[in-house]
Nanobody, 123 residues
Framework: VQLQASGGGLVQAGGSLRLSCVAS????????LGWFRQAPGKEREFVAA????????SYADSVKGRFTISRDSAQNTVNLQMNILKPEDTAIYYC?????????????????WGQGTQVTVSS
């Protein structure tokens, strides 16, 4: 699976951004996809995940109610709609895919990673 993320940028606090990740190379029926982020000097952390087959989702507590992960099956794309952005959301955001349909929060579960896209939220 090859993953290509896009949609990052600079936004003011309270604003919104939409990240997209296009998957190619295979169908995703038996996979789950996730978004992780890494801020300078910090570990890469879980943001959200989605099971491609059933559509079940999971979120980090820090983004619940603000971020929404979704899929576009026709485009083989997973999206992350980010609303009410905060300066602490500033990070490089990575999309990832894993074998198996469970939407895991554990980054070691994910064997496929895209390049990151920078999100910067100014105060």
């Amino acid at each position: 699976v090859q993953l290509q993320a896009s949609g990052g940028g600079l936004v003011q606090a309270g604003g919104s951004l939409r990240l997209s990740c296009v998957a190619s190379g295979r169908t995703l029926t038996n996979n789950a996809l996730g978004w992780f982020r890494q801020a300078p000097g910090k570990e890469r952390e879980f943001v959200a995940a989605l099971s491609w087959r059933g559509g079940s989702t999971s979120y980090a507590d820090s983004v619940k109610g603000r971020f929404t992960i979704s899929r576009d099956s026709a485009q083989n794309t997973v999206n992350l709609q980010m609303n009410i952005l905060k300066p602490e959301d500033t990070a490089i955001y990575y999309c990832a895919a894993k074998e198996g349909v469970v939407a895991s929060m554990t980054k070691i579960s994910y064997g496929y990673w895209g390049q990151g896209t920078q999100v910067t939220v100014s105060s």
